[in-house]
């Protein structure tokens, strides 16, 4: 009777997972600990990224799988929130308790340098899955048709914050003009 109780529960996390994004993420975030750990003198360095690699590989996917999930509140607001703000920052809390318990605590440059990486990041992901990439179930793409969009679906992401320059320009100018005739 308890097996058949906990299968729906381990079907609906396995449908929770995004196992694209697990992938992706658990190689990024492992050369940026990496990298920012070349010029410390840290010893136990691959021990530290193995960890992230573990740890990363097998959250990564559930994360993602929440932020897939978040797109789908009514409020874009509040799924939007979830995806940039929530599950980063319950993801860097449980990054660093993990790697507390494992006795390999990661130096603050390399908790810094992940923290800004998972910042943007979920932009990132954001970004991607509002244009329909590395989303997992309904509406899947294949990873390689995924991978094929990156360098555009990159292109707009960054071109994004210039996209809004001549917004705020024109909000100076319409205040410099609402100033003059005042």
Known sequence: MQANLRAPYLAKALTCWNWKCALLSATARSLVYLAAMTRSGTHGRLAIVLVEVVYVTLTAGLYAGVQQRALAIR???????IVVLGVPAMAQVLDWLAHRASR?????????????????????????????AFLTGKGERTLAEDLRRMPRLTAAFLLKPLALLPAFGGRTERTADQEAAA
């Open 75 to 81: 409020s874009r607001f509040v799924g939007n929130s």
């Open 104 to 132: 390999a605590p990661a130096p603050q440059r390399a908790t810094l340098a992940v923290a800004v990486f998972s910042a943007l990041s979920a932009l990132f992901h954001l970004h991607l899955m509002r244009s329909g």
